[in-house]
């Protein structure tokens, strides 16, 4: 089977995750946590660089500044061992967050193009070659044939949603599958081509089944917005986006990303009320690029 054959987190990740988050319980009880530099040292690097370049969450949270335009290219892998939770959590999302504006603005790019060539083909008008080569790709990128199909799914995901998910996927980044490979979204494949982890409870000689790694946080996002947008189990999400749902109403529509079904997403939506990210759907990125994070 292919990725695209399986929407759902599977049981095994749950299970690293919780161990994870034993893990790091156990770290941050520890006396020796009361130097931060000490202990994560590249977590209070990244700190460093988001105060350098003025990136106040509470104020982009508030709505009242623009998203510096980050470009963090892999988590912190000392992320864990920060004692002070609120501290953890910002910077997970300060990290991500650009990421996932970048994204968005991309697929925002292609809708407007589609929307485009899709006024030009009502109009009786015939596309010149390389815009129909275009076409042609995009609908077999996206399994959809129609332009009108597409629209709904040449979209991009809530921020709000899209950071609520990489928290609960990822243990807030404390999985191994998101040190070793930026897997913060849980998709599982069996791909060839794919670069993966195998996870520790996979039956032996079982090679097959692999969490996806990817070179980066950015193609990690990419890939879980392609996932939403392209999979047959998320139409319902999309029909739901199509009508201006918000990141909060999104999570009713993602009952089968999960085996805990309707319980995933009253998980997600405690996520969004207690970090009050539903605002973040408004976020909108600066001009100018920075580079943060790992090399």
């Known amino acids: 089977m292919t990725e695209s054959d399986q929407p759902v987190t599977r049981k ?3 299970s690293a995750l919780a161990a994870a988050a034993f893990v790091a319980a156990a770290l941050l009880a ?22 350098a370049s003025g990136y106040d969450w509470e104020a982009v949270r508030a709505g009242e500044a623009e998203v510096p335009k980050l470009s963090t290219r892999a988590l912190p892998r000392d992320l864990a061992r920060l004692a002070d939770l609120e501290l953890k959590k910002s ?3 300060r990290a991500l967050l650009p990421v996932v504006l970048q994204v968005n603005a991309e697929i925002a790019a292609e809708r407007r193009r589609l929307a485009e060539l899709g006024q030009t083909l009502r109009r009786g008008e015939f596309l010149p070659p390389r815009d129909e080569a275009w076409l042609a790709a995009l609908s077999e990128r996206y399994g959809a044939a129609t332009v009108e199909s597409l629209m709904t799914r040449v979209d991009g995901v809530p921020p709000s ?3 609520a998910q ?10 191994r599958f998101v040190r070793e490979g930026n897997a913060l979204f849980g998709q599982y494949t069996w791909n060839d081509d ?3 982890i195998l996870p520790q409870d996979n039956e032996p000689g079982d090679t097959a089944r692999r969490v996806r790694a990817f070179p980066s946080v950015k193609g ?3 890939a879980y917005v392609h996932n939403l947008n392209s999979h047959r189990a998320y ?27 309707g319980e995933y997403g009253e998980t997600l939506r405690m996520i969004i009320r207690a970090n009050r990210l539903a605002g973040l759907d408004d976020a909108r990125l600066a001009t100018e690029v920075q580079v943060a994070g790992n090399p």
């Open 194 to 196: 794919h670069d993966g």
């Open 166 to 175: 990489a928290a609960e996927e990822s243990g807030w980044g404390s999985s």
């Open 235 to 261: 139409a319902r999400f999309r029909a739901l986006r199509a009508s201006g749902a918000s990141g909060y109403e999104l999570t009713r529509a993602l009952d089968r990303y999960s085996e805990r079904g």
């Open 30 to 51: 520890s006396p020796a946590r009361a130097n931060p530099e000490a202990t994560a040292p590249e977590a209070m690097a990244l700190a460093d660089v988001f105060a």
């Open 91 to 93: 910077l997970f999302f």
């Open 12 to 14: 095994s990740l749950r």
């Open 220 to 222: 990690a996002v990419a």
């Open 161 to 163: 949603l899209v950071l």
